[in-house]
């Protein structure tokens, strides 16, 4: 039964890939899907090709009402091949009329090779993980076409703060929906901050009793003044290891961030006994933006042992390899005050008091390579510990740059250390997208356009011997006006895929008019998947 060998050659359009494969030829003519679609896949360990093929049978078959059915390799229309030789992440797709081949070399490739073809079908609503769609005679074709695809950088992220505000497991996994969609790979979760804590610690229950909670939704800043309604919200550990396992199945991994010692109002407010630098006066969790100068006690051996304690029960809930503790915009007012921290200073031998921040993470660096390997996490830091003499912390390190990116990123390759590249402008894709009268209260004029966005070089100019220092690239999202899920929506997307195209295709095929082109068929995705987007770059 090769019915769709024989169909008629049907007019050519380029596909709406996005992010562009690194190599496509399309061919003459269409392969069909038909009910009873034969489907194989090669053994591996774990049977996981097996497992990926199968969930996007089940979700093709509740689209499309088309049931694919599993056979051998050599009577299967659509068959994954496993060849070890290819790029962890990278996959062959080739569509003649007669036959689907996907080559990979790790369930990873297949994943993402499934994610190509699903952009490839005639409606983003298979992706989208809708039930119904379409026209009762929707062909379900995909134009021939020959992909050699492999991702640029490694690490392609996007990072969500719930400090600020918190918006619950359900808006999380429609994300990483979104974020598998196109090819990103790193969820980095920023958990706490000072107006929040968003993460139980079974150790420190007022964590979560105290510091997940305010007296205002809004966060003060100029007219805006608190309005005094209680809100806040937290994970359990429960919950953090349902979105673990969702995120897995998406190839995802989840980099979560405990941001200490700055930023840890909310956590100083819950245990101020041995967190506060002045355990005197009151401490509350924050009602208002900006940089609290109300920092962990880094001097304290109390609040090192909290540190250890809280990383202790992380590497429990999240097995991933990173683990981010934060960094910027630390304020030392406290510290300069407190005679511990002056005495402690003397006694590391050094006059600036970034290093007390850099002795700290060296005492939970040391406590984490005493682990099993098995629950060894690689530290990262935002780029202000550059700062201080980052020595002590070893090579072992990652500097996640924003503030002033490219030049930060550089120094850490310098120095030896593996870096991001998530330049505040234009990478906050929190802040206005246009400056369109409908733009949502935020950070920024409107200039972080989604062309202003796309068209940001990263590595540009770095010298070739620094590359392999740079792992990707992240856009972030700060939540300090956005007090809604669907306002989040709305400024990530379509950002977020500019992004995910400048951390996964090659620099020489980006160019902003093809990608405004092929964007246009995301926001069918978009409405099915039910997520808010930037309109106005949609004809
Ligand atoms: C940051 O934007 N404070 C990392």
Known sequence: ??????????????????PLPSQMQTGLGEFQFQNKTKIAADAYPGDSIWWVLDRFARQFGETTGLKLVKSKPSKAALYLKHNPTLA?????????????????????????????????????????????C????????????????????????????????????????????????????????????DQGWRIEIKKYPKLTEVGAWRDSKVLGWGDVKPDGQRYGGFYTQEDAREIVQYARDRFIEIVPEVDIPGH???????????????????????????????????????????AKDVIDELTEVFPFGYLHL???????????????????????????????????????????????????????FWNEVLHGNTAPLGKDITIMAWVGADGAARDAAQRGLNTILSPQIPYYINRRQSNLPTEPRSQGNGSETVEAVYNYVPMNGVPAELQPRYLGVQANFWTEWVEDAATVQYLMFPRLAAVAEAGWTPQERRAYPDFLKRLQAEDEYYMLRGVKYGKHVFK
């Open 1 to 18: 039964m090769l019915a769709a060998c024989f169909l008629p050659v049907s007019a050519q359009t380029t596909p709406s890939v996005i």
């Open 88 to 132: 962890a992440e990278g996959y062959r797709l080739d569509v003649n009329p007669c036959k689907v081949v996907i080559e990979a070399a790790r369930p990873a490739g297949f994943f993402y090779a499934l994610q190509t073809l699903q952009q490839l079908l005639p409606s983003r609503a298979v992706m989208a993980g809708a039930k119904t």
């Open 134 to 193: 379409c026209t009762a005679t929707t062909q379900w074709t995909l134009p021939s076409v020959s992909i050699t695809d492999a991702p640029r950088f490694g690490w392609r992220g996007f990072m969500l703060d719930e400090g600020r505000h918190f918006y619950g497991k359900e808006e999380i996994k429609k994300l990483l929906d979104v974020m598998a969609a196109y090819k990103l790979n790193r969820f980095h979760w920023h958990l706490t901050e």
């Open 264 to 306: 840890s109002q909310a956590a100083v407010a819950s245990y101020p006994e041995f967190l506060a630098c002045d355990s005197h006066n009151p401490h509350e969790v924050w009602l208002w933006q900006g940089v609290s100068t109300d920092v962990i006690n880094v001097s304290n051996p109390q609040a090192v042992q909290f």
């Open 326 to 380: 934060g960094g910027d915009e630390c304020p030392t007012q406290k510290w300069e005050q407190n005679p511990v921290c002056q005495q402690q200073l003397k006694t590391i031998g050094s006059k600036n008091y970034r290093d007390l921040q850099i002795n700290f993470y060296r005492q939970l660096q040391e406590h984490m390579a005493a682990k099993p390997a098995d629950k060894q996490r690689h530290l990262i």
